[in-house]
């Protein structure tokens, strides 16, 4: 055998070892694009986005959670478990985290990594701001909480119901049914929260969505009769607050564990739930433009993960997991252990309904 020929042999053999080489390296050693970030799904997942996060070396959160209550804990538990990462957060309404987002996009000055509220992933989906993502920890949340396009992921779940005061409302009076809200003796004494999509909009969706559109306008004709009062100062528990005081007996379409909560702590106050009990669910979301996509990935993650969930139960949010207790003082406002017919109302349906939910508003309540 020739000299030459060895030596191809020779270097063919030395490329075939380094092509195999290179196909044991870990996939992080290659660039990936954000788009391949945010839709990984290997084995190493976890790996690939801690080496990524930790030469980001931090995360901003954009988040409608109640502070002291579920974001610190939150914060501080996903920064215990990943020190190297410096978290940013930021709390405001849904509308007002929208409207922040939108103006950084505009500007071209994006701060936020991940954001998450009741509402904001409508908007900022319909702006066109986000992008598809995946997270593993979707695969423990039931499929009907689930966006098939993976725009956003849910984080907790809403309930919605009437609140009424129980000095003002004797419990054998307490409406029971949507039609119940038609009774004479509830003209002028019925509110709702107004300039929210969680608002008026939605319920207003839900009856479409449960009654058809022929039957549903004619149920608004006649509680418009009704002259439901327009509540548009502070925010939904504000409303709640104003019925403990007794400035309104019954008020529609609240968060539905608010009254729980200040019922165990001796207000004159209760839920009750009328079916088809709207419910949403929290929304978590990636922006376009995001600058640090790993640690987004590695927060959405701890979020969704019996941890995170666990902290967000324990803060009295309803979780997204079956497999997380929800504490006691707010279970008896949960649809499906009371038997009552749940209509989840998702982004999609949100975005369909919510401008036409608007104009019914604006032409029969105003």
Known sequence: MGTNSIHTKSSAFLISLMMGASLLLPFS???????????YRGADREQILLEGAKKEGQVTFYCALIVNQALKPISDAFAKKYPSIKINYWRADSEDIAAKLMAEV??????????????????????GLVQPYYTPMIEQVPEKYRDPAGLWTPTRLS?????????????????????????????????????SASGTPLFITNLRMAMGEDKARAYFEKLAAQKIVNFGSGSARTLVDRVIAGEYPIALNIFAHHPLISKAKGAPVNSQLLEPVPTTAG????????????????????????????????????????????????????????????????????????????????????
């Open 29 to 39: 050693a290659h660039a990936l694009t954000t788009e391949e970030i945010l839709n």
């Open 106 to 127: 505009k500007a071209n000055n994006l701060q936020a990594d991940l954001v998450e509220g009741t509402g904001v992933g409508e908007l900022v989906i319909q702006a």
């Open 159 to 195: 309930y919605f119901s009437i609140a009424y005061n129980t000095k003002l409302v004797a419990e054998s009076d307490v409406p029971k049914t949507y039609e119940d809200l038609l009774d004479p003796k509830w003209k002028g004494k019925l509110s709702w929260r107004i300039g």
């Open 283 to 366: 929304t978590m979301v990636v922006p376009k433009g995001v600058k640090h996509p790993y640690a987004s990935m590695l927060l959405a993650d701890f979020i969704l993960s019996k941890e995170g969930q666990t902290i967000l139960s324990k803060a009295e949010y309803f979780p997204v997991r079956p497999d997380v207790e929800i504490m006691e003082t707010i279970k008896g406002v949960v649809p499906s252990l009371l038997g009552k017919k749940e209509n989840f109302v998702g982004s999609e349906q949100l975005n369909k309904y919510t401008a036409t939910s608007e104009e019914i508003y604006q032409n029969l309540f105003r």
